[in-house]
């Protein structure tokens, strides 16, 4: 099964992935950069597999960069706080 076909999974996957890159000392900057990186690659070729995911990706798909960026640091700051 992938991380993708459940929500709270897929958000432990990605607290997990926040927590070893901070540990590693990414700065902050890089974070959200690659978190806008990952959401724009899931929106281009990951078909959502729930509806939280669907809900991102409509949002993603109407937003514009800026309002993408705001999305992307959203996720990580959802994911820091649950972590």
Do not use: C, T
Request: aromatic share 8%; proline share 1%.
């Amino acid at each position: 099964m992938s991380v993708l076909d459940n929500w709270d999974q897929w958000k432990d996957f990605l607290g997990d992935r926040l927590n070893q890159a901070q540990s590693e000392g990414m700065d902050q900057n890089v974070v959200s950069d690659v978190a806008y990186q990952v959401g724009e690659y899931l929106a281009q070729q990951v078909e959502p597999k729930n509806e939280q995911e669907r809900v991102l990706a409509e949002l993603w798909r109407v937003a514009d960069e800026q309002e993408q960026h705001a999305i992307a640091n959203m996720m990580v700051k959802l994911v820091k706080n649950e972590g």
